[in-house]
């Protein structure tokens, strides 16, 4: 694929009556009418072009149409008893949850009314400006979690054009050692419960429950969306669960991909099992037999002593040695046909029908003649959750890099095969943490080391992680990649809309990508990078957002890369939250950076005095994806939560 050559974009007037014009008198490009939209906003900033204080109003009159535009800023707006979460992707309803992480609250956005003759008067202000309800009306507030269960307030995702919103409740983690299946290190979360919630009135339409696992759910990290497919990541139990939401507003399991990765791969365990007990069952029987026999010989004095241990050390009666061995049991069993266009191993736990695979037929009536009487110690093989087997994925990626070696040694790289089998312990503890969907057939999976996964701060680049493209059609492992690879940095870079295509709904989502990706041409990022980080650097950190989490980035024309620069150490598309501080947020239009320029102060809100204490004061910025509209929030220990609202009205 070639890469994609930006054109340096010609230079308009900074004039938003001609600009106006333009747009009603000239037609637009093919597929740039949206970004011939958002290049106004070079106009129309939500704060002045000159610095502004508190309360202060700056109009600015076109002559011709005799529009007046006010920028107000409000810095005392009294707060909701909320914790404000972000807007939805279209900019219609803003989602808050409840002080104790119990209930859903859904404001919808308006603004201020407002009536005057002529230009405003200095120090004219709408009537209940420093109100929030002015600016939001309030559409329900329900609440969904009961007992010891608390709402994520950090995620949110909404489905089918916004006309539901999927909110998460969990029970309190807790580290299971008891619990026998999943990893040992990483916690378990006995119930996590996703909640369906229609967004007009409230009301429940569906829920999903995960027991005794454990998803990471901060800023969407853990679950992905894919029109109607919903991706869901348990790190404990390394499962991949696959959903899909009806627009009825109901949750249909699609698939579950790990231990298994077919939906016939469990008929087949069962099967090899069912012969397995049934084995180990004559072969008890068998025992038994023996001593029932050796006891009716009436053994000697010298002899009764160990007769318990005769069995085993005695030669085989006839009647074990009439049982069938379990190569003779298994010679039974029904296997699937052998594809010819795939190697063996590539077949091994890999069940499925479909072109070029015979359906096996169903199982004999004698698989399941055990008899009731065996003991469960003589029945059971293995245990549930311990099995020694490497099963599933994991052994899917073993063998498509044991492939991988064994091609390289073939074309003389013989020290191949060596390195393969001395890292083998390091591939068999590699961990699942993150996954998306590049299309409805294909995954792109993260996975790391166990003591990378659990990372505090997920957005540090853990050491090194391997990316894994699956298809589910066909159930293969189509490439195997890391994170230290310059190719795998460069794709992401050169086409970010493709990994974030999930949140492209609309032409205006077209625009939503990475800061780190907008501010340079292509041709100019990799010196960009390679000069602030250095170039191994570069790669981890940019590759850290591999896979991409799904809805958190913003719309906002003011966030978008290429129209304005600005600092992303304090501000950036991603919607998450700062470590609050006074530096000034300024933003520069990149094609006239000598007039169109807006700031956002950093100290617009009242700090009580610390005396010298260390206190979290934590900052969201809230851009509004289609109006000139920011709000800040803040949050301290010391004093209540602060808004501060920029506006144009």
Known sequence: ??????????????????????????????????????ILYEC????????????????????????????????????????????TPSGTYLVAFGPVSRELVVYRHKAPNCSFHGEPPAGWAPPNAGSFDSHFRQVFRVTLAHGTETLVKD???????????????????????????????????????????????????DTYLLQDDFVHLSHNFGVYLW????????????????????????????????????????????????????????????????????????????????????????????????????????????LPAADPRQPLLHQVGAVRHGPGRQPFPAPQPALHSIPSQVPAAAAAVVPAGKSPLIQGLKHKILVHLLMKKQQEAAAGNHEALKQFHYVFETYVNLLMWKAQFLDRDHLLIALGHPDTVMA?????????????????????????????????MMAYMRHASMFH??????????????????????????????RQWGYPVAVRRILANVPVSCQVLSASPYLDGNLFQYDDKYISATVRPRVYGDSILRFVSKQHPESAKFKIAGDPFDIPPTHGRAIKQVIHYHFHPVLPFVMSYLQTFVAGPQICIYTRI
């Not at 004039?15 to 747009?23: E, I, P, S, T, V």
């Not at 990508?513 to 292509?522: D, I, R, Y």
């Open 227 to 334: 029109d109607d497919l919903l991706l869901i990541v348990g790190v404990r139990q390394q499962t991949l669960y696959i959903l899909q939401v009806l627009p009825s507003g109901r949750f249909v399991k699609v698939q579950s991909i790990g231990a298994l990765c077919n939906d016939d791969d469990q008929l087949m365990l069962e099967m090899h099992e069912e012969q397995e007990r049934q084995w180990q069952a004559q072969r008890f029987q068998a025992g038994q037999e023996r001593q029932a026999d050796h006891c009716s010989a009436g053994p000697g004095p010298s002899s009764s002593s160990s007769s318990s241990a005769a069995p085993l050390s005695m030669p085989r009666s006839s009647s074990l040695a009439a049982a069938p061995s379990f190569a003779t049991a298994t010679a039974r069993l029904p």
């Open 155 to 205: 995620f949110l995702l909404t489905l089918h054009d916004e006309r539901f919103l999927l909110v998460i409740k969990t029970s309190p983690p807790t580290h299971g050692e008891s619990i026998a299946a999943g990893v040992p290190s990483v916690p378990v979360i006995e119930s996590t419960t996703l909640v369906l919630v229609k967004t007009t009135d409230g009301s429940i339409t």
């Open 1 to 38: 694929m070639q890469p994609v050559q930006h054109r340096p974009q010609s230079k308009q007037p900074f004039n938003l009556l001609f600009r106006l014009r333009q747009r009603e008198t000239t037609a637009a490009p093919p597929s740039a009418h949206i970004n011939q939209v958002r």
């Open 501 to 530: 295509a999930a949140d492209i709904r609309n032409d205006w989502d077209r625009y939503v990508t990475p800061a780190l990706v907008g501010l340079h041409p292509p041709n100019q990022q990799e010196r960009v990078i390679t």
């Open 44 to 87: 129309l900033p939500p704060t002045s072009l000159v610095s502004t204080m508190r309360m202060q109003f700056h109009c600015r009159v076109l002559c011709a149409f005799q529009v007046t535009h006010t920028v107000l800023q409000v810095c005392k707006v009294e707060p909701p008893d909320t914790h404000l979460c972000r807007f």
């Open 456 to 488: 505090r701060n997920m957005d540090v680049a853990p050491g090194l992680v391997f990316f894994v493209v699956y298809d589910m059609a066909t159930s293969t492992v189509r490439k195997i990649t890391s994170n230290n690879t310059d190719g795998m």
